[in-house]
């Protein structure tokens, strides 16, 4: 068993015990962009002073919906109560537009960015510009989940603080499903697509808009996302094995798998989902427009806001699986809190972090959008549990974590990554899945020994 394997494996038992078992369209939701509400009032900062009082710090924060809202709140909080003066950047929507965008900010050795949000895949790439962070937060730092904790540390040096862990949920309208006779959510793809296929049909009668299935399928990371999920699911293993640094790509199963999700295209999902993202397929589904969406946790609180149209009639399962003997797998990830090694205010940057990863603040995230905490402790606090029903199901998700092969491929995982959504997505765009697969392996193969 790789390390990296074993480390999911011990992610998932550990909360298993505790819980007790990107560019966005011009017609996307507009309301994300709205100023936040009034009643998001941030918790107080643990222990405050203001000896840093007067010194200015740029974050990189959240561009869109209820995390970008909740990144001003919090930033307000913390300058009321410590004097420090945080400007909030909204990063770019794509992850890949971010990354471009902070490896520009490094190369230039610039002092204007000083908090940033990071992917989970980003740390080992960017840790020659981080602070090392072991010393400002030797008491904190045990505090969070190991895995992620680990991740973070790049040959012994802390380099980000984790924020929140995000794994993908198959969200379904539980009204929909008893309407048409249907007892529980799918647990295949097979399933999925006959389930999804009636109830379009039926509900077409009336909403001729209406759809089966969303999910994230423009040339991005998301789609990279989307895919290992497939791959792995009926049974194709990882893209890159983190184990072995073997590419599989040209093989039976991923082939079958693209060959599905391809089939979906014009189907029970819209031919435009090739250009979605996670706020094009949360706003369908959302505004009552489709059955099912795979998605992060952040759209579980947001698909239940009081003027949601689907309130209170949304579940949340597990990914399907190929068949019934393969395993589900959801796509590990989550955002992290590094300083940049540039910043002119270290300290006051590190008090924001602080600040942002405390128990307080993840417990309030966790409540009022469904930021799947990092803090163990918080999976043990009952009450939360109560307020967050989310938090309820994580330890099924979680046990069907894989994570992207950012370790193996290092410095080379960005391209890796591009060559594998690009190939995916002339699949979906009716590609000859046999001759793109090869190309794809080819190609990948190709980089990595150039990177050996």
Not at 96 to 114: G, I, V
């Amino acid at each position: 068993m790789s390390q990296r394997v074993f480390r999911l494996a011990v992610l998932s038992v550990l909360l298993m015990g505790l819980l007790g078992c990107q560019k966005r369209p011009p017609e996307a939701d507009q309301a994300a962009q709205q100023p936040p509400k009034a009643d998001y009032v941030a918790p107080p900062v643990p222990g405050a002073n203001r000896d840093l009082a007067g010194q200015r710090i740029t974050f990189y924060g959240d561009a869109v919906g209820l995390a970008a809202a909740l990144d001003k709140v919090t930033a307000k909080r913390f300058e009321e109560d410590t004097g420090i003066q945080v400007r909030v950047v909204p990063r770019p929507n794509s992850a890949n537009e971010t990354y471009a965008t902070y490896m520009r900010l490094f190369q230039a050795k610039s002092p204007d960015a000083d908090v940033l949000t990071l992917d989970v895949i980003w740390p080992g790439a960017m840790a020659p510009h981080l602070l090392d962070l072991s010393d400002r937060f030797q008491t904190e730092a045990p505090e969070h989940l190991p895995v992620i904790r680990e991740n973070n540390t790049i040959d012994g040096r802390l380099v980000a603080i984790p924020w929140y862990v995000d794994v993908p949920f198959l969200y379904y309208r539980k009204d929909l499903l008893t309407k048409y006779g249907f007892r529980r959510p799918p647990t295949t793809w097979d399933e999925l697509e006959r389930m999804a296929a009636t109830i379009q049909e039926g509900e077409r009668q009336t909403a001729p808009r209406f759809t089966g299935y969303v999910w994230q399928g423009n040339t991005y990371e998301g789609l990279t996302c989307n895919a290992l999920e497939w791959q792995v699911s009926q049974g194709g293993g990882n893209f890159v094995d983190p184990g072995t640094g073997q590419v599989r790509i040209h093989d039976p199963q991923a082939i079958a798998a693209f060959r599905r999700a391809a089939r979906w295209v014009g189907g029970i999902s819209p031919r435009g989902v090739t250009g979605y993202q996670e706020e094009d397929a949360r706003n369908i589904f959302q505004g009552g427009n489709a059955v099912f969406m795979r998605n992060w946790p952040y759209a579980y609180a947001a698909a239940n806001t009081p003027d949601s149209p689907v309130r209170g009639k949304i579940g949340a399962v597990p990914l399907p699986r190929g068949t019934l003997n393969d395993r589900s797998a959801s796509t590990l990830g989550g955002w992290q809190l590094g300083v940049s090694g540039y910043t002119r205010h270290p300290e006051a940057a590190a008090a924001f972090v602080r600040y942002m990863t405390s128990p307080v603040v993840e417990a309030w995230r966790a409540e009022v959008g469904s930021y799947l905490p990092t803090r163990t402790g918080l999976y043990r606090d009952m009450a939360l549990l109560k307020r967050q029903p989310l938090l309820q199901v994580v330890a099924p998700v979680l046990s069907a974590a894989v994570a992207r092969p950012s370790s193996v491929a290092r410095e080379a995982y960005n391209e890796v990554s591009t060559l594998y959504f690009q190939g995916v997505a002339d699949i979906l765009l009716g590609g000859d899945a046999e001759k793109v697969t090869a190309e794809m392996q080819a190609d990948i193969e190709r980089l990595l020994r150039a990177e050996r």
